[in-house]
């Protein structure tokens, strides 16, 4: 029975990644090239741009706090995904921070979104918005299913949560 819902979900999973669209600039803005220079955490990082540095949070996504279980893993995640590598910044807004929220895409892969299918991020539903937010929860909920990264844990906290809490 398990395995019938697994492959069921597998195959909603593969139908709604068809229908989804993948990055556009009429959706997302201008893309912006970047090397990225070195990381803060889980779901924030800094680029270089024209000589310039750029402190980024990656939009959409969640990782554990610093002092939360898994923040070191999703740190070190994002590192080797990215760090020293050409990329291309889709820029959402500015935060109160002045640090750029955005989606990063290196050699084909959304980033924010490898965080989440790796069960390293979760998606953060008070600011992903959007179309492909569905995508990103349906991905959750598999790295959910299979206990990937965080969701091998007892009893996750979503950061937004854990910082009410400590």
Same mark, same amino acid.
């Not at 740190?75 to 109160?96: I, N, P, S």
């Not at 008070?126 to 990937?148: F, G, H, I, P, S």
């Given at each position: 029975?398990?395995?019938?819902?697994?492959?069921?979900?597998?195959?909603?999973?593969?139908?709604?990644?068809?229908?989804?669209?993948?990055?556009?600039?009429?959706?997302?803005?201008?893309?912006?090239?970047?090397?990225?220079?070195?990381?803060?955490?889980?779901?924030?990082?800094?680029?270089?741009?024209?000589?310039?540095?750029?402190?980024?949070?990656?939009?959409?996504?969640?990782?554990?706090?610093?002092?939360?279980?898994?923040?070191?893993?999703?740190?070190?995640?994002?590192?080797?995904?990215?760090?020293?590598? +050409?990329?291309?910044?889709?820029?959402?807004?500015?935060?109160? !921070?002045? &640090? /750029?929220?955005?989606? %990063? *895409?290196?050699?084909?892969?959304?980033?924010? +979104?490898?965080?989440?299918?790796?069960?390293?991020?979760?998606? !953060?539903? &008070? /600011?992903?918005?959007? %179309? *492909?937010?569905?995508?990103?929860?349906?991905?959750?909920?598999?790295?959910?299913?299979?206990?990937?990264?965080?969701?091998?844990?007892?009893?996750?906290?979503?950061?937004?949560?854990?910082?009410?809490?400590?």
């Amino acid at each position: 029975m398990r395995r019938a819902g697994i492959q069921i979900f597998s195959y909603l999973l593969a139908v709604q990644l068809c229908l989804l669209a993948s990055w556009s600039r009429a959706e997302h803005g201008n893309p912006l090239s970047v090397v990225v220079d070195y990381v803060i955490d889980g779901d924030s990082l800094v680029v270089q741009r024209n000589g310039k540095e750029m402190e980024v949070r990656l939009w959409g996504v969640d990782a554990p706090e610093y002092d939360q279980p898994y923040s070191a893993r999703a740190k070190e995640a994002l590192k080797r995904l990215t760090e020293g590598q +050409e990329g291309t910044l889709y820029v959402k807004y500015r935060d109160r !921070y002045e &640090r /750029y929220v955005a989606v %990063l *895409v290196i050699d084909g892969l959304t980033i924010n +979104e490898e965080l989440v299918k790796d069960g390293l991020s979760w998606v !953060y539903g &008070r /600011y992903c918005d959007e %179309l *492909v937010c569905q995508r990103w929860e349906l991905m959750q909920a598999e790295a959910k299913t299979n206990r990937q990264g965080l969701w091998g844990g007892r009893n996750p906290v979503p950061p937004w949560r854990w910082k009410g809490i400590r």
